[in-house]
Each structure stands twice: as C-alpha cells, then as structure tokens.
C-alpha cells in the first residue's frame, strides 16, 4: 500500500521540478543581453581637466599606483593613437589624463 504512494510521490516531485526548470530555462533565455565590454567615458571635456575626469578617462580610480595608471593609458591610447586612425585631439587629452594622475601636469590644458 505505501508503494504506490511514494512512487505518486516521486512522480509528483520530479513533475514540479521539471516544470521549474523550465521555467528557469524559460526566464534565463528571455534576460535581456548585456554587452560584456568594458565602458569608457563618454561625454564632454572640461575647461580644466580634473583629477576625478582623468580617472574616468582612462577607466581607473582616482587613488591607484602609477603602474594601473601607465597599463590604462597604454590600453586607451592603443584604442585612440592618431597613427592607428585616432584623433589627435582624443590623443592628447589622453596624455594629459596620464600626467593629471601621475601628477606630472598644473592643469595648464591640452594644446587644443
């Protein structure tokens, strides 16, 4: 007599976990696709560029050692160099964002 039942049991339950798995599959195919590549900044520049823009330009945080900061201007600048079809403009406020966080630069500007 309890045979049947635990059998009842057991077809029930693998029943309601098929169903939640499909339902899962169901709602994991349906997520909406997020891009997995890194963002940059985008936006305008300011008059005088800052600490808090210069890290946003080269995609790092506004207190890090000078090696991170060396490794993101080489990234951007390989994505933004003039001789690689870039704009000289982007070039140059690269550089400065370089010197702003190396502490290289007076915010003196960029040439442009």
């Known amino acids: 007599m309890a045979t049947p039942m635990v059998a009842g049991a057991a077809v029930a339950a693998a029943?309601?976990?098929?169903?939640?798995?499909?339902?899962?599959?169901?709602?994991?195919?349906?997520?909406?696709?997020?891009?997995?590549?890194?963002?940059?900044?985008?936006?305008?520049?300011?008059?005088?560029?800052t600490r808090r823009e210069a890290a946003l330009i080269l995609g790092v945080r506004e207190r890090?050692?000078?090696?991170?900061?060396?490794?993101?201007?080489r990234r951007v600048m390989v994505a933004n160099h003039p001789d690689a079809g870039g704009s000289h403009y982007l070039a140059s406020k690269i550089n400065e964002a370089k010197d702003i966080m190396l502490g290289k630069s007076n915010n003196s500007g960029s040439a442009f």
């Open 15 to 49: 029943a309601i976990a098929g169903r939640y798995g499909i339902l899962a599959w169901q709602a994991f195919k349906a997520r909406p696709i997020v891009p997995r590549m890194r963002r940059f900044y985008e936006g305008g520049f300011q008059a005088a560029m």
């Open 64 to 73: 890090v050692v000078a090696e991170k900061v060396k490794e993101a201007h």
